[in-house]
């Protein structure tokens, strides 16, 4: 599956296109198929988004995540810093990093 | 310490009104990011993995107390309460906001700082010897000597827009803390035969993707002539310059290529020109900002005996103390390195801590180091073990300089946009590994450096052990170098072989260092032994 990441332009957050909105969390990530470049240009046009892409990603259980390191850790934070990870609770946020 | 004039003041004042106008135009839409980004850029704003990256400039690595405090403070106020000192003597901030940047580039203009010119094509912050104005092997303090550059390269029309970025570095003493033979120019000074004082210049070494180390161009360049012949050097480089190819865009490819005697020519050839252009400041003027760098004033009949008794503090004391010039006092570093801490980051309270520190024992003054730690430069040996515990109670007592543990390592993968692997965890597991205090120091100096990729930030060409993340086939690897060294011994460390993954490159590590332990003879360090005995014996141990 494909699906959509950027920045938020004036925060820097790491964000995701769920089809509606962009959000924090990888999982809430659609597959944008095709169409990733079309919508990126229309949400980065508007300024809700800096800097989109597309990349592949693989459906799992909790939702899509990136197949490549680089945007596994974009997902979740800095794999030294785990108090500073997107989901800080979840205990195996490392792992699922690697 | 230097001071900003007048017009050092409204140059930076006005620069951070014309971003805060920048930043809202982009905010409200009325320039793209294509418009923007070179704006950012030249104001040290990056674009990184997780957020904005804001990157501020430490000229030659000094800092006031009051300064460090502020880095502190922003490190607290606008960032996640820490901040990531850089092997360019610089510190970078990981989680800045768009709209937040114009308030902390106004907040680091009140304490004299910006973060102009840490990013682009441009002359980018000088660095220097951490130890200058305090060692006692240099001829005279080099700050002087980077400040005239800092002055002479801000904003300068004609060197805005080099084919690549360009980094000067300056020493006065014969042992080389700054890698000056890595940099696109190293100045070193010294005195000719006649007494005189002047430079040798190194230039076209650099790191990265194509390391070299810099050929001698000129081996005695005079004082008043610095600027003049500075500016032929770059000069040169700008019309010769590979704009075509990015890769090949660095003076180190310039100088390769046509030689290092016919650059030196060509720069002659500019200087003749250059120099009856009257670019050479009045020694009034390099009179006037070296005042700025006149020596504290040292307490004189002070004793050189320190009480060794707590033996944690002796250990601390023969490794992280260095000679200086003025009796009864030593120069501190301060370990950035914890044993599985990350090499560079410090916390908000930690730099306020040492921001305090630097006030109340080293005459308000720090440096950062290329190797990533901090340098009270002017600590009464009496103050010492006084030091040492507020340090060591902060988590900033390691007793580690220059050993294995004391690893340089960039932001890798978990920070750097342009990274292949990660560089912090191999740092913090081969501190682990060799977490025994006695076992590091049996090793005696051992410089181990760790870039995330090939643009070797973390300059692994210049370890005695370098370590070098690559991406094979989207997996993190790490190919192992041995025999590099960023000192006046300056040389390129070579590749040992196929590359590791990141438990595997630990083991490789230690059977590297154990084949050392086996083969070394008298006070021999780790490069030494390399040196004399080859790749082959590590090799053997390592892919047996
Ligand atoms: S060496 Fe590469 S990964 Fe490391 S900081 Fe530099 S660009 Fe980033």
């Given at each position: ?67 490549h390191i680089k ?28 | ?45 990056y674009?990184q993995l ?36 850089t092997t360019r ?75 690549r970025k360009?980094k ?11 890698a000056?033979?890595l940099h696109d ?20 070494g650099g790191m990265g993707r194509t390391p070299m180390i ?28 590979r704009?075509?190819n990015i890769y090949k865009a660095r003076?180190k490819i310039?100088?390769h ?151 340089i390592a960039c932001p890798g993968l978990d920070y750097c946009s342009l990274a292949n692997a990660r560089s912090i965890?191999i740092a ?20 181990l450096k760790i870039s995330g990729c090939i643009n070797a930030c973390g300059h692994h060409h210049a370890g005695?052990i370098g370590i070098l993340g690559v991406d094979r086939k989207g997996e993190e690897n790490y190919q192992l170098l041995f025999g590099g060294?960023g ?5 390129l460390a070579k590749i040992a072989g196929p590359g590791f993954?990141?438990?595997?490159i ?39």
């Amino acid at each position: 599956m494909k699906i959509l990441t950027g920045n938020d332009l004036e925060t820097g957050d790491v964000v995701w296109w769920t089809g509606e909105f962009w959000s924090r969390h990888v999982e809430e990530s659609i597959d944008v198929a095709d169409g990733g470049d079309a919508i990126a240009a229309r949400e980065e046009g508007a300024r809700r988004v800096n800097a989109p892409y597309v990349i592949d990603a693989e459906q799992t259980d909790v939702g899509p995540r990136p197949l490549h390191i680089k945007d596994r850790i974009r997902a979740i934070g800095p794999t030294v810093r785990p108090d500073l990870a997107v989901r800080p609770v979840d205990a195996a946020a490392g792992n699922w990093v690697i | 310490m230097y001071k900003y004039d007048e017009y050092d003041q409204t140059i930076v004042d006005s620069r951070v009104a014309e971003f805060r106008d920048q930043v809202a135009r982009r905010i409200a839409g009325e320039i793209t990011e294509d418009q923007f980004k070179p704006l950012r850029l030249m104001n040290g704003l990056y674009l990184q993995l997780h957020a904005y990256m804001l990157r501020v400039a430490v000229p030659y690595g000094t800092l006031s107390g009051k300064q460090m405090r502020t880095l502190g403070h922003i490190a607290r106020k606008y960032d996640r309460g820490y901040g990531h000192f850089t092997t360019r003597q610089n510190i970078q901030y990981n989680w800045i906001k768009l709209e937040e940047a114009p308030d902390i580039l106004a907040e680091l203009a009140a304490v004299e700082m910006h973060a102009i010119q840490t990013s682009g094509n441009c002359i980018r912050n000088i660095s220097s010897d951490q130890y200058a104005g305090a060692a006692a092997d240099e001829i005279e303090d080099p700050r002087p000597w980077a400040e005239l550059l800092r002055q002479w390269s801000s904003f300068h029309p004609e060197f805005s827009y080099l084919p690549r970025k360009f980094k000067i570095a300056v020493i006065a003493s014969d042992e080389d803390r700054a890698a000056i033979q890595l940099h696109d120019i190293g100045l070193q000074i010294r005195h000719n035969d006649a007494g005189e004082l002047g430079f040798r210049v190194y230039v076209g070494g650099g790191m990265g993707r194509t390391p070299m180390i810099a050929p001698v161009i000129r081996d005695f360049l005079p004082a008043a002539d610095f600027v003049s012949y500075m500016e032929a050097c770059l000069r040169v480089y700008n019309r010769y310059g590979r704009r075509d190819n990015i890769y090949k865009a660095r003076i180190k490819i310039l100088v390769h290529e046509i030689g290092a005697a016919e650059y030196a020519r060509q720069v002659e050839e500019e200087w003749a020109h250059v120099k009856t252009l009257g670019l050479d400041p009045p020694p009034g003027e390099f009179e006037r900002i070296a005042a700025h760098f006149a020596p504290p004033a040292f307490e004189t009949g002070l004793s050189d005996e320190i009480d060794r008794s707590d033996p944690d503090f002796a250990l601390w004391l023969d490794s992280n103390t260095h000679a200086h010039k003025q009796p009864g006092y030593a120069i501190a570093v301060i370990s950035l390195k914890p044993i599985g801490g990350i090499p560079g980051d410090a916390s908000a309270e930690q730099i306020e801590l040492m921001a305090d520190l630097a006030e109340r024992y080293s005459f308000d003054e720090l440096r950062v180091t290329h190797a990533q730690n901090i340098v009270l430069p002017h600590v009464k040996k009496a103050d010492l073990y006084a030091l040492w515990k507020a340090l060591d109670d902060a988590g900033l007592g390691t007793a580690n300089l220059d050993l294995i543990s004391d690893i340089i390592a960039c932001p890798g993968l978990d920070y750097c946009s342009l990274a292949n692997a990660r560089s912090i965890p191999i740092a913090q597991k081969i501190a682990k590994r060799f977490e025994n205090m006695d076992r590091q120091r049996d090793l005696g100096e051992l410089k181990l450096k760790i870039s995330g990729c090939i643009n070797a930030c973390g300059h692994h060409h210049a370890g005695h052990i370098g370590i070098l993340g690559v991406d094979r086939k989207g997996e993190e690897n790490y190919q192992l170098l041995f025999g590099g060294s960023g000192a006046e011994d300056a040389s390129l460390a070579k590749i040992a072989g196929p590359g590791f993954n990141e438990d595997g490159i630990v083991d490789a590590v230690e059977k590297a260092v154990e084949t050392y332990r086996t083969l070394r003879e008298d006070g021999e360090r780790f490069v030494d032994t390399y040196r004399r005995v080859g790749m082959q014996p590590f090799k053997e141990a390592i892919y047996g």
